[in-house]
Nanobody, 125 residues
């Protein structure tokens, strides 16, 4: 059974930085892709970034390109989301997610079977 645990959220001023971590356990993830999603109050959960576990190929939603960087440490089974130049509109609960397969629609919530509990990111103006 896959277990995902996020950490690293918090309150930061606009323009600041945070690094989120996701600790993954329960499987060998070589044939997986992992992603970060976020959900703001009253809004649907949306794709932020994804990475293929084995090849390290990355994908980003347009609004975070150039500001956020997704990475993973395969030896430690950790995934990261480095968030720079944060904006108030980045405020949301951020979720780590895992899906089988390294092809397909990485931005779709339904493609991911396993989810963490979420970590709050709040950006003040």
């Amino acid at each position: 059974q896959v277990k995902l645990v996020e950490s690293g959220g918090g309150l930061v001023q606009a323009g600041g930085s945070l690094r989120l971590s996701c600790a993954a356990s329960g499987r060998t993830f070589s044939a997986y892709a992992m992603g970060w999603f976020r959900q703001a109050p009253g809004k649907e959960r949306e794709f932020v970034a994804a990475i293929t576990w084995s090849g390290g190929i990355t994908y980003y939603t347009d609004s975070v390109k150039g500001r956020f960087t997704i990475s993973r440490d395969t030896a430690k089974n950790l995934m990261y989301l480095q968030m720079n130049s944060l904006k108030p509109e980045d405020t949301a609960v951020y979720y780590c997610a895992a899906r089988r397969g390294t092809t397909g629609w990485f931005f779709m919530v339904d493609e991911y079977a396993d989810w963490g509990q979420g970590t709050q990111v709040s950006v003040s103006s």
